[in-house]
């Protein structure tokens, strides 16, 4: 290759690093087009062969763009392609595809209970093996549009199905909304206790971040095995229904009755007695389990 046309293609290469990411698709071809008469203008022959090389457009896009600078009937300022231009979409050569993937996705809501993706992760790329195999050539990233048209999105399980329920649930839930208001109407405190989630004491790993000088991030223990000499800690809860108020206590015993009392003792003593002095009598709400079991009988 001779020294000039050697740097005629490093120019026009370099005009167009320049200007492509600013074109569409019809742009792109009327400029190359367009350097292509310049260049046969000025130097003869050759101008599509200069272009090819230097902008890696196909011949048969700088042709398409020099028969659009000479055709008469131009093309509307707001379109790319002529009408019914352009790649043909994949449901028009597989009429039936939608639907087989759809009986992959929901199997049962289509009545293939045999479906081989019934039990296993419907992953794109597992959907798009299972098509093949049923004849369709396609890739992955074809399938991901094909879900999105189909109304389909990435979701998480949502927990909804409570299983067995009392017959005389709803009744039970009545009853205690019925005496809640009854006491807040009389201006007696109405609160509901829980224990938390137990954690390890020590310096352990968790989750979130927090700011730090840059390089030094706090340091923790690999393993998460609990300490025996500082156990584990046990938040006990008790939230104040009407003010909205919460208080925690943190035993790092055990998760008893006497555990539980003492830490709604202590919520009385700190700010019960304070919020309702005229008060003498609560009413607590909680589950039956773990320390405030209805069978316990130090609870009770």
């Known amino acids: 290759m001779q020294d000039a046309t050697l740097q005629r293609i490093l120019l026009i290469k ?6 492509s990411l600013y074109l569409n ?3 792109l071809r009327i ?7 310049n260049h046969n203008k000025e130097f003869g022959r050759g101008g599509s062969t200069t272009i090819q090389r230097a902008t890696g457009i196909s011949y048969p896009t700088i042709r398409a763009g020099l028969r659009e600078l000479q ?12 009408s019914g231009g352009g790649r043909k979409k994949i449901t028009d050569d597989y009429p039936d595809l939608l639907f087989d993937l759809d009986s992959l996705v929901e199997p049962l809501s289509r009545g293939d209970p045999e479906s081989p993706l019934r039990w296993t992760c419907k992953s794109v790329r597992n959907l798009a093996d299972e098509l093949i195999i049923k004849g369709y050539d396609l890739s992955f990233r ?3 549009d094909l879900l999105a048209e189909l109304d389909y999105s990435l979701q998480s399980n949502k927990k909804t199905k409570e299983g067995m329920s009392h017959p005389d649930r709803n009744d039970q839930f009545n009853f205690i909304n019925k005496e809640v208001k009854k006491f807040q109407r009389n201006s007696s405190p109405v ?10 004491i020590g310096e352990y790993k968790n989750s979130g971040k927090e700011y730090c000088p840059k390089g030094q991030p706090i340091k923790v223990k690999t393993h998460d095995f609990p300490d025996k000499k500082l156990g584990k800690a046990a938040p006990y809860g008790v939230y104040d229904v ?3 108020i919460g208080w925690v206590s943190v035993g790092i015993s055990h998760d008893t009755a006497e555990f539980a009392v ?5 919520w009385w003593r700190k700010i019960g007695k304070a919020q309702y002095k005229k008060s003498k009598q609560l009413l607590i709400t909680a589950d039956c389990g773990g320390s405030n079991g209805y069978k316990v009988r130090l609870w009770k």
């Open 262 to 266: 003492n830490t709604i003792r202590t």
């Open 25 to 27: 698709e019809r742009a």
């Open 14 to 19: 370099e005009k167009f690093d320049s200007i």
């Open 71 to 82: 055709d008469k009937k131009k093309l509307d300022a707001i379109k790319i392609r002529q």
């Open 242 to 244: 009407t003010k909205n």
């Open 31 to 37: 400029w190359c087009a367009t350097e292509v008469r």
């Open 142 to 144: 074809t399938v991901c």
């Open 191 to 200: 609160i509901s206790v829980d224990t938390k989630k137990k954690e390890n």
